[in-house]
């Protein structure tokens, strides 16, 4: 089944697991209708049968598998210097086609440029798949040193955010940079340098340091929405002494999150392979060194783990099953209110551009799409459907786009 979507992240959803809507105070969206279990819709969302019968269970991995698939595309090997003898595959033909909806973001630069004239650059951008490469162990998708003195050069020019799935931490923890915006969670977790012209009436926005203890602006749009927050505010009144142990774990140790994030890592420990990370706002279970034949297995443990959670939800990234708050929130919403924070919106001068490589970065992407403001550029070498304007190969064509968009410093 194809998984392609215009709107967002592939979500697996359980249409018996009791939903309280007005506790959440979730726009009524999020909550897709359940389609008839013989029509399968085209689209995003996927009904999970609750009740298990052989017939049932065997449809039920068979979507699973295919969603998992449809959001894990195995590189396309690509050879640059192309020998005398080379002759086309069918599959290449496809890249081919796929190149010219989606063209190369170099190739096309003097086009982007063109654009670009009078106007001032926002540039967003991912960091797994499209700032380091993607590596089995997450933990080590360390970026280069030419990479991050690109970022850092670019980021002078132009205001740079990065924003990932991961938590903001441990995106800053890769990247290093003082002078970018970081969103981590899905943009539901944003720090950036304090800019004067930053309004401090926005809500959910706070002084705070950051790891150098230079002063920052810590915003957390998606706060307010989290189930977790009671829990949060209940520990932000014990001790600081008690809370400096190791903040995140301590924060995170109270949010239903981290109770996710245990019985994931409880109940996945026998997959060989599978790993089970916390992002504060999000838990990712990994499966890219998790045999092909066990991604059921992987699927059905986690939906196994989310029934008991209303409030949480399961959507698909490359080789990761990412478990998040069911909120109104995602990187698209991160971009508007970073723009907004910036004071970039509704000006006509402002050229907003966005590099990502997954799934999740479409509703980035889209959001640039249908304000025709800006351009998205997808990441990766297997030809599928996006909302992004352009494409880049991989995280080293990326590093030589910052370079050309380097050419246009004012
Ligand atoms: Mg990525």
Not at 35 to 57: E, N, Q
Not at 58 to 64: G, L
Not at 236 to 256: F, H, K, L, T
Not at 301 to 322: C, F, I, P, S
Request: proline share 6%; charged share 25%.
């Amino acid at each position: 089944m194809d998984l392609k979507s215009n709107h967002a992240a592939p979500v697996l959803t359980d249409p018996a697991a009791p939903i309280n809507k007005s506790r959440l105070g979730m726009h009524s969206s999020l909550f897709p209708c359940s389609p008839p279990l013989a029509v399968l819709p085209p689209g995003i969302f996927l009904t999970i049968p609750r009740k298990k019968t052989g017939i049932l269970d065997e449809f039920r991995s068979s979507i699973w598998l295919d969603a998992m698939k449809s959001s894990s595309p195995p590189p396309k090997k690509i050879t640059k210097d192309v020998s005398n003898e080379y002759s086309p595959t069918d599959a290449d033909v496809a890249y081919n086609a796929w190149m010219a909806k989606y063209p190369s973001a170099i190739a096309s630069f003097e086009q982007i440029a063109n654009h670009a004239k009078g106007k001032r650059i926002a540039l967003f951008l991912d960091y797994d798949g499209t700032l380091s490469p993607i590596v089995d162990n997450p933990e080590c998708a360390f970026m280069s040193d030419a990479m991050r003195a690109n970022v850092k050069k670019v980021a002078k020019y132009f205001p740079t955010a990065i924003i990932s799935g991961r938590s903001r931490e441990k995106v800053y923890e890769f990247v290093r940079l003082t002078e970018l915006y970081y969103a981590g969670s899905h943009g539901m977790d944003i720090m950036g340098p304090v800019r004067e012209h930053i309004s401090n009436d926005l809500p959910n926005c706070i002084r705070s340091m950051d790891e150098q203890g230079k002063e920052v602006n810590l915003f957390q749009p998606a706060g307010e929405f989290l189930p977790v927050i009671e829990e949060r505010k209940q520990a932000d009144a014990e001790s600081e002494a008690e809370r400096s142990e190791e903040s995140v774990a301590y924060q995170a140790e109270r949010s239903g999150t981290t109770r996710v994030f245990r019985s994931l890592v409880q109940c996945t420990k026998d997959i060989v392979g599978a790993k089970v990370e916390n992002n504060k706002f999000c838990v990712s279970v990994h499966y890219r060194n998790v045999d092909e034949k066990s991604w059921t297995v992987v699927a059905q443990r986690v939906h196994d783990v989310l029934k008991d959670y209303a409030h949480l939800r399961l959507t698909h990234g490359r080789k990761v099953l990412e478990v998040r708050p069911v909120i109104n929130w995602d990187k698209g919403k991160a971009v508007t209110f970073l723009l907004e924070s910036l004071g970039l919106s509704h000006c006509d001068d402002v050229l907003p551009i966005y590099v990502g490589d997954d799934r999740t970065d479409e509703d980035a992407f889209k959001v640039l799409r249908e304000g025709n403001r800006g351009y998205g550029i997808l990441v990766g070498s297997a030809p599928k459907e996006s909302n992004a304007a352009y494409s880049l190969r991989d995280p080293l064509e990326v590093m030589e786009f910052l370079k050309s968009l380097m050419t246009l410093k004012k």
